[in-house]
């Protein structure tokens, strides 16, 4: 064995003490750990009306933070950042899929600021945004801002940390990040379920709670469907050319699993991975030539925009055998897309969409939502 296999595990053995003994502390000061049925990276903690939220991994490399919110310290081995306690909540974000959480909760009507709103889809918030109620902080946000407009809730996405991403001064005036990190889970219902914890921290838990049980059941109810109905498995490949090289995501990514739980067999990228591979363009042609379904999941609204943007494959492809789908359906004016928003927070609609488009016959009461065909 290795010096950084062995290194790995060490690391690994540590980490799991570590949370072992938090989870001996907590119960032994009377705290219940709430059921997480599929995400990995987060856990609550609840003491009648006492949280403590933990994010297991909130950027690479560190290890958990601890959030509490009704209760000012512990007599555990790790620290708290305390959450406010003020009347009114003020929600700051720099991510798109934080809004679509929020908006699932009926919570857009607390987000003050955002960091890139221009990136943001969701019409309540545009419409919030136009009026005034909502302001843009800047990349990274200002300081300034975040005091000016009362931001005691900043949900941040990180993988490198504060001081990279420009948080470090944030703690200074009073606003620590809550860091989000949905996007590490592996599998739809994992990256899902982060609205539960989002919910317990701002006070709407149990609408949270219903909610991902809503979508978890949808989705559930959908692959079973499948399961019982479909027999054959059309070849799905899920990607796109960038600067002359391909992008397919990995065979563990949402997109693998989605294609798979709507009966479809997923082509491009044999790698157990949830991360994207880059493929050569020789590669990808004889994958396409296997392919009967293919989401590009970039701009091409036409067959004209697709042959402007890849020529090279004007000779190869058979048009009138494989069907192209693209994700930018709901689009604003200013080029966000919702899919990238949203898909993640309702991977039940998603499946719905995947399941249109890889077996049109089969009925889910469901119009495609993100997806549209290129013609």
Not at 5 to 19: E, Q
Not at 148 to 162: A, M, R, W
Not at 214 to 237: C, D, G, H, W
Request: with cysteine; hydrophobic share 40%; glycine share 6%.
């Amino acid at each position: 064995m290795g010096f950084k296999v062995k290194s790995f595990f060490i690391i690994l053995l540590l980490f799991s003490n570590i949370l072992w003994a938090h989870e001996k502390c907590l119960t032994s000061h009377s705290f219940n750990k709430l059921n997480i049925e599929f995400a990995e990276f987060f856990e609550i903690w609840q003491r009648k009306k006492q949280l403590i939220l933990i994010n297991k991994m909130p950027w690479d490399g560190k290890k958990a933070i601890f959030y509490g919110k009704g209760i000012k310290k512990i007599n555990c081995s790790f620290s708290l950042s305390l959450l406010s306690e003020g009347p009114q909540i003020n929600i700051a974000s720099n991510s798109t899929t934080h809004i679509a959480f929020l908006s699932l909760i009926r919570a857009i009507n607390l987000v003050k600021g955002f960091s890139g709103s221009h990136y943001v889809s969701n019409p309540f918030f545009i419409e919030r945004e136009q009026v005034g109620p909502i302001v843009e902080l800047g990349i990274p946000p200002k300081v300034e801002r975040l005091l000016k407009n009362k931001i005691n809730y900043f949900f941040s996405f990180s993988t490198l940390g504060p001081d990279a991403e420009g948080f470090s001064e944030f703690s200074k005036v009073g606003v620590d990040p809550i860091y989000i990190s949905e996007f590490r889970e592996k599998g739809p219902l994992a990256r899902a379920e982060w609205i539960r914890f989002i919910g317990h921290i701002i006070g709407k838990g149990k609408e949270a709670d219903q909610k991902f049980l809503a979508v978890k059941n949808r989705y559930l109810f959908l692959k079973s469907l499948v399961t019982q109905e479909i027999k054959n498995k059309p070849a799905v490949m899920i990607g796109s050319p960038y600067m002359g090289r391909w992008h397919i995501p990995g065979a563990q990514s949402d997109f693998a699993h989605i294609v798979r739980a709507a009966g479809g067999k997923y082509i491009g990228n044999n790698k157990q991975s949830n991360k994207t591979q880059t493929l050569p363009f020789e590669k990808v042609v004889s994958l396409i030539k296997k392919t009967d379904i293919w989401l590009t999941h970039n701009k091409w609204k036409s067959m004209k925009d697709l042959r402007e943007g890849e020529p090279r494959l004007k000779k190869i492809i058979n048009f009138n055998k494989i069907k192209i789908y693209n994700n930018n359906r709901l689009m604003t004016s200013d080029q966000a897309n919702d899919f990238w928003e949203s898909s993640g927070v309702r991977p039940d609609l998603l499946l719905a969409d995947m399941i249109h488009m890889i077996h049109p016959k089969l009925k889910t009461g469901n119009q495609l939502r993100w997806y549209q065909i290129i013609k």
